[in-house]
T-cell receptor, first 110, second 116 residues
Framework: GQNIDQPTEMTATEGAIVQINCTYQ??????LFWYQQHAGEAPTFLSY????GLEEKGRFSSFLSRSKGYSYLLLKELQMKDSASYLC???????????FGKGTKLSVIP | GAVVSQHPSWVICKSGTSVKIECRSL??????MFWYRQFPKQSLMLMAT?????????EQGVEKDKFLINHASLTLSTLTVTSAHPEDSSFYIC????????????FGSGTQLSVL
Protein backbone atom coordinates (compact mmCIF):
# COMPACT_ATOMS: atom_id res chain seq x y z
CA GLY A 1 0.00 0.00 0.00
CA GLN A 2 0.84 3.65 0.00
CA ASN A 3 1.10 6.03 2.94
CA ILE A 4 1.74 9.71 2.33
CA ASP A 5 2.15 12.32 5.06
CA GLN A 6 2.22 16.08 4.77
CA PRO A 7 1.30 18.87 7.18
CA THR A 8 -2.36 19.82 7.25
CA GLU A 9 -1.94 23.57 7.31
CA MET A 10 0.78 26.20 7.04
CA THR A 11 0.81 29.98 7.15
CA ALA A 12 3.45 32.22 5.63
CA THR A 13 3.95 35.90 4.88
CA GLU A 14 3.77 37.49 1.46
CA GLY A 15 7.24 37.72 -0.06
CA ALA A 16 8.67 35.01 2.17
CA ILE A 17 9.81 31.46 1.44
CA VAL A 18 7.91 28.37 2.58
CA GLN A 19 8.82 24.69 2.46
CA ILE A 20 6.13 22.02 2.43
CA ASN A 21 7.37 18.56 3.34
CA CYS A 22 6.05 15.20 2.23
CA THR A 23 7.08 11.75 3.40
CA TYR A 24 5.92 8.52 1.85
CA GLN A 25 6.06 4.78 2.35
CA UNK A 26 5.09 2.82 -0.73
CA UNK A 27 5.13 -0.75 -1.94
CA UNK A 28 6.29 0.44 -5.34
CA UNK A 29 7.52 3.86 -6.38
CA UNK A 30 8.03 5.51 -9.73
CA UNK A 31 7.85 9.22 -9.14
CA LEU A 32 6.46 12.01 -7.01
CA PHE A 33 4.20 14.85 -8.09
CA TRP A 34 3.24 18.14 -6.55
CA TYR A 35 -0.07 19.69 -7.51
CA GLN A 36 -1.69 22.97 -6.51
CA GLN A 37 -5.42 23.04 -5.88
CA HIS A 38 -7.58 26.07 -5.21
CA ALA A 39 -10.86 25.42 -3.45
CA GLY A 40 -13.50 24.00 -5.76
CA GLU A 41 -11.09 23.68 -8.67
CA ALA A 42 -9.11 20.91 -10.31
CA PRO A 43 -5.50 20.30 -9.30
CA THR A 44 -2.88 21.91 -11.51
CA PHE A 45 0.48 20.31 -12.11
CA LEU A 46 3.51 21.90 -10.46
CA SER A 47 6.36 19.41 -10.60
CA TYR A 48 7.42 15.82 -11.07
CA UNK A 49 10.51 14.21 -9.55
CA UNK A 50 11.83 10.80 -10.46
CA UNK A 51 15.51 11.15 -9.60
CA UNK A 52 17.04 12.39 -6.37
CA GLY A 53 17.76 16.07 -6.23
CA LEU A 54 16.28 19.48 -6.70
CA GLU A 55 14.18 20.56 -9.67
CA GLU A 56 13.75 24.31 -10.01
CA LYS A 57 10.98 25.92 -11.99
CA GLY A 58 10.61 29.63 -11.48
CA ARG A 59 9.43 30.44 -7.97
CA PHE A 60 8.71 26.78 -7.26
CA SER A 61 11.30 24.07 -6.58
CA SER A 62 10.82 20.44 -5.64
CA PHE A 63 13.26 18.06 -4.00
CA LEU A 64 13.25 14.29 -3.78
CA SER A 65 15.23 11.76 -1.78
CA ARG A 66 14.19 8.26 -2.80
CA SER A 67 16.27 6.58 -0.11
CA LYS A 68 14.60 8.64 2.61
CA GLY A 69 11.11 8.58 1.13
CA TYR A 70 11.06 12.35 1.40
CA SER A 71 10.19 15.30 -0.76
CA TYR A 72 9.60 18.99 -0.30
CA LEU A 73 8.07 21.79 -2.30
CA LEU A 74 9.75 25.17 -1.92
CA LEU A 75 7.84 28.32 -2.79
CA LYS A 76 9.79 31.56 -3.02
CA GLU A 77 8.63 35.18 -3.13
CA LEU A 78 5.20 34.17 -1.91
CA GLN A 79 2.21 35.91 -3.41
CA MET A 80 -1.33 36.09 -2.10
CA LYS A 81 -2.49 33.97 -5.03
CA ASP A 82 -0.29 31.12 -3.76
CA SER A 83 -2.85 30.53 -1.02
CA ALA A 84 -4.12 27.06 -1.93
CA SER A 85 -3.81 23.41 -1.04
CA TYR A 86 -0.65 21.66 -2.18
CA LEU A 87 -0.97 17.96 -2.87
CA CYS A 88 1.87 15.47 -2.80
CA UNK A 89 1.19 12.38 -4.90
CA UNK A 90 3.15 9.28 -5.85
CA UNK A 91 2.90 6.81 -8.69
CA UNK A 92 3.69 3.14 -8.46
CA UNK A 93 6.07 1.36 -10.78
CA UNK A 94 4.74 1.19 -14.32
CA UNK A 95 1.52 2.95 -13.47
CA UNK A 96 -0.12 6.29 -14.06
CA UNK A 97 -2.26 5.83 -10.96
CA UNK A 98 -1.67 8.61 -8.49
CA UNK A 99 -2.05 8.22 -4.76
CA PHE A 100 -2.54 11.58 -3.12
CA GLY A 101 -1.62 12.84 0.29
CA LYS A 102 -4.26 14.76 2.19
CA GLY A 103 -2.83 18.06 1.06
CA THR A 104 -1.34 21.04 2.85
CA LYS A 105 -3.48 24.14 3.02
CA LEU A 106 -1.19 27.15 2.67
CA SER A 107 -2.40 30.56 3.74
CA VAL A 108 -0.36 33.54 2.62
CA ILE A 109 -0.89 36.61 4.78
CA PRO A 110 0.10 40.23 4.08
CA GLY B 1 -1.10 21.00 -23.96
CA ALA B 2 -3.53 18.19 -23.44
CA VAL B 3 -6.99 19.24 -22.28
CA VAL B 4 -9.59 17.24 -20.43
CA SER B 5 -13.10 18.64 -20.49
CA GLN B 6 -15.51 17.65 -17.75
CA HIS B 7 -19.14 18.60 -17.33
CA PRO B 8 -21.32 19.50 -15.68
CA SER B 9 -19.31 21.71 -13.35
CA TRP B 10 -21.94 21.41 -10.70
CA VAL B 11 -25.22 19.64 -10.25
CA ILE B 12 -27.92 19.62 -7.59
CA CYS B 13 -30.28 16.70 -7.58
CA LYS B 14 -32.91 15.04 -5.41
CA SER B 15 -32.15 11.92 -3.45
CA GLY B 16 -32.83 8.78 -5.49
CA THR B 17 -32.08 10.27 -8.88
CA SER B 18 -29.15 9.42 -11.12
CA VAL B 19 -26.51 11.83 -12.31
CA LYS B 20 -24.16 11.42 -15.27
CA ILE B 21 -20.78 13.12 -15.42
CA GLU B 22 -18.85 13.26 -18.70
CA CYS B 23 -15.15 13.54 -19.21
CA ARG B 24 -13.67 14.13 -22.67
CA SER B 25 -10.10 14.29 -23.87
CA LEU B 26 -10.11 17.12 -26.40
CA UNK B 27 -6.85 16.82 -28.29
CA UNK B 28 -5.57 13.38 -27.45
CA UNK B 29 -6.82 9.84 -27.15
CA UNK B 30 -7.27 8.54 -23.64
CA UNK B 31 -7.32 4.77 -23.41
CA UNK B 32 -7.34 5.16 -19.65
CA MET B 33 -9.12 7.64 -17.41
CA PHE B 34 -9.11 7.85 -13.65
CA TRP B 35 -12.08 8.94 -11.56
CA TYR B 36 -11.46 10.55 -8.19
CA ARG B 37 -13.72 11.76 -5.42
CA GLN B 38 -12.86 14.49 -2.97
CA PHE B 39 -14.82 15.27 0.18
CA PRO B 40 -14.41 18.70 1.81
CA LYS B 41 -10.97 19.22 3.29
CA GLN B 42 -9.95 15.73 2.21
CA SER B 43 -7.60 14.57 -0.50
CA LEU B 44 -8.52 13.05 -3.82
CA MET B 45 -9.39 9.39 -3.49
CA LEU B 46 -9.21 7.15 -6.53
CA MET B 47 -12.56 5.51 -7.18
CA ALA B 48 -11.95 3.61 -10.38
CA THR B 49 -9.86 3.27 -13.49
CA UNK B 50 -11.77 3.44 -16.74
CA UNK B 51 -10.42 1.53 -19.72
CA UNK B 52 -11.61 2.03 -23.27
CA UNK B 53 -13.45 -1.00 -24.55
CA UNK B 54 -13.31 -2.97 -21.33
CA UNK B 55 -14.71 -2.99 -17.83
CA UNK B 56 -13.59 -0.44 -15.32
CA UNK B 57 -11.45 -1.41 -12.37
CA UNK B 58 -12.87 -0.26 -9.05
CA GLU B 59 -10.97 0.48 -5.89
CA GLN B 60 -11.81 -1.40 -2.74
CA GLY B 61 -14.94 -0.12 -1.07
CA VAL B 62 -16.37 1.54 -4.19
CA GLU B 63 -19.69 0.02 -5.30
CA LYS B 64 -19.52 -0.72 -9.00
CA ASP B 65 -23.29 -0.98 -9.28
CA LYS B 66 -23.71 2.45 -7.80
CA PHE B 67 -20.96 4.21 -9.71
CA LEU B 68 -21.34 3.09 -13.31
CA ILE B 69 -18.44 3.85 -15.58
CA ASN B 70 -18.54 3.67 -19.34
CA HIS B 71 -15.55 4.29 -21.59
CA ALA B 72 -17.03 3.65 -24.99
CA SER B 73 -14.57 5.67 -27.07
CA LEU B 74 -11.01 6.89 -26.92
CA THR B 75 -12.15 10.39 -26.02
CA LEU B 76 -15.09 9.90 -23.68
CA SER B 77 -15.58 8.37 -20.26
CA THR B 78 -18.72 8.77 -18.19
CA LEU B 79 -19.46 8.25 -14.51
CA THR B 80 -23.09 7.75 -13.51
CA VAL B 81 -24.00 8.02 -9.86
CA THR B 82 -27.13 5.91 -9.58
CA SER B 83 -29.80 6.48 -6.93
CA ALA B 84 -27.77 9.28 -5.43
CA HIS B 85 -28.02 10.00 -1.71
CA PRO B 86 -26.81 12.94 0.36
CA GLU B 87 -23.68 11.04 1.38
CA ASP B 88 -22.70 10.93 -2.30
CA SER B 89 -22.39 14.71 -2.30
CA SER B 90 -18.77 15.35 -3.21
CA PHE B 91 -16.39 16.77 -5.78
CA TYR B 92 -15.85 14.28 -8.60
CA ILE B 93 -12.92 14.71 -10.92
CA CYS B 94 -11.51 12.78 -13.83
CA UNK B 95 -7.98 12.63 -15.12
CA UNK B 96 -6.09 11.07 -17.98
CA UNK B 97 -2.50 10.54 -19.01
CA UNK B 98 -1.79 12.34 -22.29
CA UNK B 99 -0.27 9.27 -23.91
CA UNK B 100 2.80 11.14 -25.07
CA UNK B 101 5.12 9.50 -22.61
CA UNK B 102 4.64 12.35 -20.16
CA UNK B 103 4.15 11.09 -16.66
CA UNK B 104 1.80 13.75 -15.40
CA UNK B 105 -1.96 13.48 -15.51
CA UNK B 106 -4.29 16.09 -16.89
CA PHE B 107 -7.37 16.77 -14.84
CA GLY B 108 -10.87 17.74 -15.78
CA SER B 109 -12.33 20.79 -14.09
CA GLY B 110 -14.34 18.69 -11.65
CA THR B 111 -18.03 18.29 -10.86
CA GLN B 112 -19.50 19.40 -7.55
CA LEU B 113 -22.45 17.12 -6.79
CA SER B 114 -24.95 18.11 -4.15
CA VAL B 115 -27.70 15.62 -3.35
CA LEU B 116 -30.66 17.02 -1.43
Amino acid sequence: GQNIDQPTEMTATEGAIVQINCTYQTSGFNGLFWYQQHAGEAPTFLSYNVLDGLEEKGRFSSFLSRSKGYSYLLLKELQMKDSASYLCAVTGAGSYQLTFGKGTKLSVIP
Amino acid sequence: GAVVSQHPSWVICKSGTSVKIECRSLDFQATTMFWYRQFPKQSLMLMATSNEGSKATYEQGVEKDKFLINHASLTLSTLTVTSAHPEDSSFYICSAPPGTGEEKLFFGSGTQLSVL
